[in-house]
């Protein structure tokens, strides 16, 4: 398997307080990671520090063989990487469409395909972010971070604050994505079920350590391992 995301001995944090250490990964094209834990594992920590958004502590972030530079975002989207905040991060009195030209590319002449895996922001594209609802925010920051076509798609927390049946129609649309563009997807999700049920493979962090790395199934099918994994109990 040739890697599109590979990250050696990654340790994160910020300032003096290291809050994830020692993170190991590759992943290969169409690659979709479940990276689960409970609060404060370091999982948001981990996502900015792929994207850049913060200085790694230590350790390599490689996306297609070449090392991302640390701390640099710029060089990070540039490389591909694009990450979906938990707080979406939209410009809310830009309309929809507005919102998706300012992310696309300029050799890029059109988000069209994009918009047709979400078929509802068709229905709002003429009105504001701060308008929508929280669905279709979430679907708005997706479309927005899918007219980049990344390599790698950093996805923290989609289902915040939405309704369990919003995420059900949110998630396969990562699987699909994985599946249709070849791009590596790490998925920072609480509804672990549904995150298990598109993911290829699994991790568990607690306080900054992985507990529990196998495949989605695998990981799926022992309940009492995840969950001791989960509570930080595994071995004892």
């Given amino acids: 398997m040739t890697a ?10 910020h300032g003096d307080l290291t809050v994830a250490r020692d993170f190991d990964l590759e992943l290969g094209a169409g690659k979709v990671l479940a990276l689960l834990g409970p609060n404060g594992a370091g999982k948001t920590t981990l996502l900015a520090t792929m994207a850049g958004l913060l200085p790694r502590v230590a350790g390599d972030v490689v996306v297609d ?13 540039r490389a591909g990487v694009v990450l979906v905040p938990d707080d979406r991060a939209l410009f809310a009195k830009l309309t929809v469409a507005e919102n998706l030209r300012a992310a696309t590319p300029r050799r890029r002449e059109s ?3 994009i918009v047709e895996l979400f078929p509802a922001l068709r229905r709002r594209w003429k009105l504001t972010a701060g308008a929508l609802s929280g669905g279709e925010q979430q679907m708005l920051a997706m479309a927005r971070a899918l007219v980049q076509r990344p390599r790698v798609l950093l996805i923290d927390e989609m289902s915040m604050g939405l309704a369990p049946v919003i995420v059900e129609q949110l998630l396969p649309v990562v699987r699909r994505v994985a599946d249709e563009t070849g791009a590596v997807v790490v998925l920072v999700e609480q509804h672990v079920q549904l995150a298990l049920d598109v993911a290829d493979e699994a991790m568990v962090m607690v306080h900054g350590e992985v507990r529990l790395h196998g495949g989605a ?3 799926a099918a022992d309940a009492s391992t995840l969950e001791a994994a989960y509570l930080g109990t595994e071995g004892d």
Avoid: F, K, W, Y
Avoid at 4 to 13: D, F, I, Q
Avoid at 65 to 77: D, Q
């Fill in 217 to 219: 199934r695998e990981v």
């Fill in 65 to 77: 063989g070449v090392e991302i530079a640390s701390g640099r975002p710029a060089a990070a989207n």
């Fill in 4 to 13: 599109v995301l590979t990250c050696r001995n990654l340790s994160a944090g």
């Fill in 111 to 113: 988000s069209e395909d």
